[in-house]
Structures are given as structure tokens and as C-alpha cells.
């Protein structure tokens, strides 16, 4: 059975129910980006402007129930053969018919289905099908919030922190938690809101202008850190550029308040951050057409930092190999509704591992409090994961989730 929820942008989202033979009922619930890659698997929403401005989930819940259901009930819960069912139901590369979102609210409620029968966590259940050892993910914590997620005028979208080291759950939230207050305080010090955007971390109106408010904003990042008690050898930043916000697809141009730059002028710009800051990665450095920049971009930084495709992978094997082929990237993001079964956001995964790839499962901005994320990334043994601050309900379950796993290791 389905269900309209809501997200927390408050966009209705799908919730999926799946009543086991002993009425023991499975839930799953998906989430939602805002910066959407173009090449994404779609999502299927009402498109009836009247009603939640077309975002509804009533073609969803009605697919779910009289395509989904009568293929998948009834039997024996089989996550690999029920993804490919669904594939194959679904019969476009890019679920176009059922829509990613039905598909995958369908794959996790199977997951969790199989995991009941068989006695096992979630995370445990895909470890056992995907032959992994369930392995804690690093978490790189987004604490200052840009781009489309926040109103702010900053172009990047993402500044997270991580612990340098491999430190267990505890004492990971215990860092963050640190740095993420002490941050609070400096920018309230410094006369700025402390209003959280989108995915919980600060949205400061930083004052300069164009490429120079980038710098300001890590220099906020680099004095929490300091001040918080820690060395920047502590902890690393990580970005997420998220390009294709800014980048003219017309002019070829990487567009920052009045800053008109080529892909090599970026590059630079790039190359001058991390020579300033302990930046251990940048996600979307570049936009998702701009293969050639991210070339340029791989070739000059690739052996200094981490490269993640999110928007130019969206996490397809297809685009993936191509990244590897023609040295794009040095990292991928996967995020399971991209695709919309865990079986392919799976297999991205560990196309990514098999080319050394730097492998970071991730929530979207648009979250649920469903924490299946937390254990798609333990359970495939991902690196790391990104699942937003250390604030706000639907982030914090997944670190709570995080903390719950750790136990059972
Ligand atoms: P999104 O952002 O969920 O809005 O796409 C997350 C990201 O770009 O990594
Ligand atoms: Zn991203």
C-alpha cells in the first residue's frame, strides 16, 4: 500500500507499506533532491498544478498498487530478483514509466520484507546479498549551507567537516558537535544569522562578493574548527560545489556573482583553495556536461585531492565507466534514487570501489525520517556517507541510525 507524506521541504513524498504473512507491516519512505542532475532516473509526481503545485504522489501510490503490488506480493521477499523485476517492469533506462521514486520506496520495503524473514538488520541482509563486510562509513557533516539549499547568495552548496581519522560513532558527533556550536557562536558573534538551510548546516548572507565569499565562508569553517579545540591535521573540509548551479551551459562560463570563469579559470581557483585550506575533497567541481573540465579538473588535482561525481555519475554504471575510461573524477556520490532499485545504486557502488574510487552513499536534501540510507551504507561497505548536519529530525536519524548500528557490529 502507499502513501502521500511529507518530505522535509514539505513536498509530499511517496511512503511505501508492505504487510508481511504474520501482519508484522514494513515501511519505507524516499527522499528528494533540489539540485536535480539532469540525467537522473525521474521521479512519477501528479504534474496537476492545482494540487501541491504537481509535486503529489497520487500516480505514484496508484502505480505502486496496481503495477508493483500484484507483480511482487505473495511471494517469498527477493531483493535482487525483485529489482530486476522491477526493471523489467518499469522497461525505460530511466524509470520513466513507474518512476524512481515508486521503484525504490518498492526496493527498500523488499529489503526490509527479506530482512524480517530472514532475521537480519537491514544493513546486514544487503552485506549478506552483496557479499560485503558491514563496514561504519566516515561521515563528512554539512555545516554551512549555499547553492540551492539556502538563500544566501552562496554559490557553493555544500562545506562539510570530517574527522581525519577513522574514530568510531560517538566520538565522530562529539567532533562535530564541537565544531558545528562553536561555529553557531562565531557567526552570531560576527553579527550573521544562524538560521539553518536545507540540509541543517548555517546560512549565513556572508558579506564579500563573487569567488571571494567561498573564502570567507571557509574562513569561518577553519576558525570553528580551531576554536572548537582541534588542528586542521584534525579535522579535513570537504566540498560539494554542486556546479551545474552555476555554470552557463550557452557561454561555457562558471558564473559567481559577476565572476566569469572558463573551466581552467575554476580549476585555478580550485587549486589556490586548496593550497589555503585542509580541503580533502570537492564534489562537482564541475558542471554535468562539462566533461572536458572535469578532465582538466582531474588531471590538475586528482592526485592532490578527491574528485566525487554526483550530478555527472548520477550514479549510472554507464556514466561511471565513461568517467573511468576518460579519467573524470576520482570518487563517486551514490545516491539509491538516482537510479531507483538498491540493486543498481549497489552496482555503481562497487564499479566505483573496483576502480579505487572514493565511494560516498548519500541522503538528499529533501529528506524523510526513513534512516535506510545509514544501513545501505554500512551494509555496502561505501567509504563514506553524507547525510547533512547534526541537527534537524531527518538528519539526525540517520546518524542516530549510526549510532544504533555501531552496537551491533
Ligand atoms: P540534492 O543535494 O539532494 O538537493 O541533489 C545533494 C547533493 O547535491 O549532493
Ligand atoms: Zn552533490
Known amino acids: ?39 537522473e532516473a525521474l521521479e512519477l509526481r501528479d504534474g496537476d498544478k492545482k494540487v501541491f503545485n504537481g509535486t503529489g ?4 501510490i496508484y502505480t505502486l498498487e496496481t503495477i508493483i503490488a500484484p507483480a511482487l506480493c505473495q511471494k517469498a521477499p527477493d531483493l535482487i530478483a525483485m529489482d530486476e523485476l522491477l526493471i523489467e517492469l518499469d522497461g525505460t533506462p530511466n524509470k520513466a514509466y513507474l518512476g524512481a ?20 538488520y537491514d544493513y546486514a541482509l544487503l552485506a549478506e546479498l552483496f557479499q560485503q563486510k558491514p563496514t561504519l562509513p566516515r561521515c563528512m557533516v554539512n ?12 554559490v557553493f552548496q555544500e562545506f562539510m567537516i570530517m574527522p581525519s581519522q577513522q574514530v568510531g560513532m560517538n566520538e565522530t558527533m562529539s ?14 558573534d560576527a553579527g550573521h544569522i544562524t538560521n539553518v538551510g536545507d540540509e ?87 558542471s554535468e556536461d562539462d566533461w572536458e573540465g572535469w578532465q582538466l579538473l582531474t588531471e590538475k588535482l586528482g592526485d592532490k585531492i578527491h574528485l566525487i561525481g554526483d550530478d555527472i555519475f548520477v550514479t549510472s554504471t554507464e556514466k561511471l565507466m565513461r568517467g573511468v575510461e576518460e579519467g573524470v573524477a576520482n570518487g563517486v556520490l551514490i ?29 538528499r536534501s529533501g529528506e524523510t525520517n526513513d534512516p535506510f540510507i545509514a544501513d545501505f551504507a554500512v551494509g555496502c561497505a561505501a567509504g563514506y556517507l553524507k547525510v547533512g548536519a547534526c541537527v534537524r529530525g531527518e538528519r539526525v536519524a540517520k546518524y542516530n541510525r549510526l549510532l544504533a548500528i555501531e552496537k551491533t557490529l
Do not use: W
Not at 521514486?101 to 537480519?120: C, E, F, K, P, W
Not at 555545516?143 to 552562496?154: S, V
Not at 589555503?276 to 564534489?283: A, G, L, Q, T
Open 200 to 286: 541543517g548546516g548555517f546560512a549565513p548572507q556572508l558579506v564579500p562578493k563573487g569567488l571571494k565569499k567561498q573564502y570567507a565562508a571557509l574562513d569561518f569553517l577553519v576558525q570553528a574548527i580551531e576554536r572548537a579545540g582541534f588542528t586542521v591535521e584534525d579535522v579535513s573540509i570537504c566540498l560539494d560545489a554542486a556546479a551545474n548551479y552555476f555554470y552557463d551551459a550557452k557561454t561555457k562560463r562558471y558564473v559567481i556573482e559577476g565572476d566569469f570563469l572558463t573551466s581552467a579559470d575554476l580549476v585555478s581557483f580550485y587549486e589556490e583553495l586548496i593550497k589555503r585550506y585542509p580541503i580533502f575533497s570537492i564534489e562537482d567541481g564541475m
Open 335 to 363: 545516491k539509491p534514487n538516482q537510479r531507483g532499485t538498491i540493486s543498481e545504486a549497489y552496482a555503481a557502488l562497487a564499479l566505483g570501489s573496483n576502480a579505487e574510487y572514493l565511494t560516498i552513499a548519500s541522503h
Open 143 to 154: 555545516i554551512l549551507n549555499g547553492g540551492m539549499h539556502a538563500d544566501n547568495g552562496l
Open 175 to 188: 567532533i562535530i558537535f564541537d565544531v558545528y556550536q562553536t561555529l553557531k557562536h562565531l557567526l552570531h
Open 1 to 39: 500500500m502507499g502513501r502521500q507524506i511529507f518530505d522535509s521541504r514539505g513536498f509530499p513524498t511517496l511512503e511505501c507499506l508492505l504487510e508481511m504473512e504474520d501482519g508484522f507491516v514494513v515501511q519505507s519512505s524516499v527522499p528528494a533532491g533540489a539540485s536535480v542532475g539532469h540525467y
Open 57 to 60: 504522489v497520487l500516480k505514484a
Open 101 to 120: 521514486n515508486t521503484t525504490l520506496a518498492a526496493s527498500i520495503a523488499v529489503a526490509r520484507a527479506q530482512a524480517y524473514v530472514q532475521g537480519l
